[in-house]
């Protein structure tokens, strides 16, 4: 039996916002994409895509569960670092489906224990350079839910924006950092893949405290990316590959815009999406990965404009 280092959590009282459906319009930035990876790389499997910087992104493979760390090459990304992921005691398989990397570290949300997939785990495990997760949260507050339709993305919001904008719990409490002391400079939002909602925690101590949930304007939602300004989430194939954009107004996060993939990106299986920090020429680098490693390859890049 896995002995968990986290046994408790805190929900308060919850909220759903639903924000109507938008038209989507043209994908911002260019129609062409091309694949990003060698022949044969990955697998199937690939997930949840996170830059660290411009020239280094880190992506989870959900089964067997690895974390790879990328580096350009040429016109491609190559892996730099591969490590077979484990639960903090070691055991166990995590169902790796979204990576983040944060000033507080690297974060991967997982939906289940592989070696006994037939129970939902949602968690949020926190790694360093092993293989064994150094601090991990069960996550409270998510609807009972198949064990494989569980948390899909994870992605980090930093508290200046938060309180910036004026983010509020679910109780329209106007969002403090210091009502929540030893929780890192941000929150996490984690998005449910069978209802398309995302879920935003402070994770402080032992404790996921989950402040608020909110709808995404997709029917499934299977990655999460912060730009600093605004959350952009994915849906895959089932949704054609489009992203919602996602800006705080009174108080919580709504829909802003909704985008087609580029018109030059089959409709895969889109699990992974990643925007890079840096601008170059008015465009920045996006990276999407393709679960079912379509004719070999997992990974497919493109642009967006700077000023989307």
Same mark, same amino acid.
């Given at each position: 039996?896995?002995?968990?280092?986290?046994?408790?959590?805190?929900?308060?009282?919850?909220?759903?916002?639903?924000?109507?459906?938008?038209?989507?319009?043209?994908?911002?930035?260019?129609?062409?994409?091309?694949?990003?990876?060698?022949?044969?790389?990955?697998?199937?499997? #690939?997930? &949840? +895509?996170?830059?660290?910087?411009?020239?280094? *992104?880190? %992506?989870?493979?959900?089964?067997?569960?690895? $974390?790879? @760390?990328?580096?350009?090459?040429?016109?491609?990304?190559?892996?730099?670092?591969?490590?077979?992921?484990?639960?903090?005691?070691?055991?166990?398989?995590?169902?790796?489906?979204?990576?983040?990397?944060?000033?507080?570290?690297?974060?991967?949300?997982?939906?289940?224990?592989?070696?006994?997939?037939?129970?939902?785990?949602?968690?949020?495990?926190?790694?360093?350079?092993?293989?064994?997760?150094?601090?991990?949260?069960?996550?409270?507050?998510?609807?009972?839910?198949?064990?494989?339709?569980?948390?899909?993305?994870?992605?980090?919001?930093?508290?200046?924006?938060?309180?910036?904008?004026?983010?509020?719990?679910?109780?329209?409490?106007?969002?403090?950092?210091?009502?929540?002391?030893?929780?890192?400079?941000?929150?996490? #939002?984690? &998005? +449910?893949?069978?209802?398309?909602?995302?879920? *935003?925690? %402070?994770?402080?101590?032992?404790?996921?405290? $989950?402040? @608020?949930?909110?709808?995404?304007?997709?029917?499934?939602?299977?990655?999460?990316?912060?730009?600093?300004?605004?959350?952009?989430?994915?849906?895959?194939?089932?949704?054609?590959?489009?992203?919602?954009?996602?800006?705080?107004?009174?108080?919580?996060?709504?829909?802003?815009?909704?985008?087609?993939?580029?018109?030059?990106?089959?409709?895969?299986?889109?699990?992974?999406?990643?925007?890079?920090?840096?601008?170059?020429?008015?465009?920045?680098?996006?990276?999407?990965?393709?679960?079912?490693?379509?004719?070999?390859?997992?990974?497919?890049?493109?642009?967006?404009?700077?000023?989307?």
């Amino acid at each position: 039996m896995r002995i968990k280092a986290i046994g408790v959590f805190t929900v308060l009282t919850l909220g759903l916002t639903v924000t109507p459906a938008q038209a989507a319009t043209t994908w911002p930035g260019d129609s062409a994409t091309k694949t990003a990876d060698g022949t044969s790389v990955f697998g199937k499997n #690939l997930s &949840g +895509l996170s830059f660290e910087s411009a020239n280094v *992104v880190w %992506a989870v493979k959900n089964s067997p569960s690895t $974390l790879y @760390r990328l580096v350009p090459s040429g016109s491609t990304w190559k892996v730099d670092q591969k490590r077979s992921l484990n639960f903090a005691d070691g055991q166990g398989d995590p169902d790796a489906e979204g990576v983040v990397s944060t000033p507080d570290g690297l974060f991967v949300a997982v939906e289940r224990d592989n070696d006994d997939g037939d129970v939902s785990r949602p968690m949020i495990l926190k790694y360093g350079s092993g293989s064994n997760a150094v601090a991990e949260w069960d996550l409270g507050g998510m609807p009972d839910v198949d064990p494989n339709d569980g948390p899909e993305g994870i992605s980090w919001v930093p508290d200046s924006y938060l309180t910036a904008n004026g983010f509020k719990d679910s109780s329209g409490k106007t969002y403090n950092p210091a009502d929540y002391p030893g929780h890192g400079s941000g929150l996490f #939002l984690v &998005g +449910l893949e069978a209802t398309g909602e995302v879920y *935003v925690y %402070a994770l402080q101590g032992g404790e996921a405290k $989950l402040l @608020r949930k909110f709808a995404s304007g997709q029917a499934q939602v299977m990655d999460l990316e912060f730009d600093g300004s605004k959350l952009w989430t994915i849906c895959d194939n089932n949704c054609s590959g489009r992203t919602t954009t996602l800006a705080i107004s009174s108080g919580n996060f709504k829909v802003t815009a909704t985008y087609n993939r580029p018109s030059g990106l089959s409709n895969v299986n889109l699990e992974g999406f990643a925007i890079s920090p840096t601008c170059s020429a008015g465009k920045k680098v996006v990276l999407w990965s393709d679960d079912d490693n379509t004719s070999s390859h997992a990974l497919r890049s493109g642009s967006l404009n700077c000023t989307a």
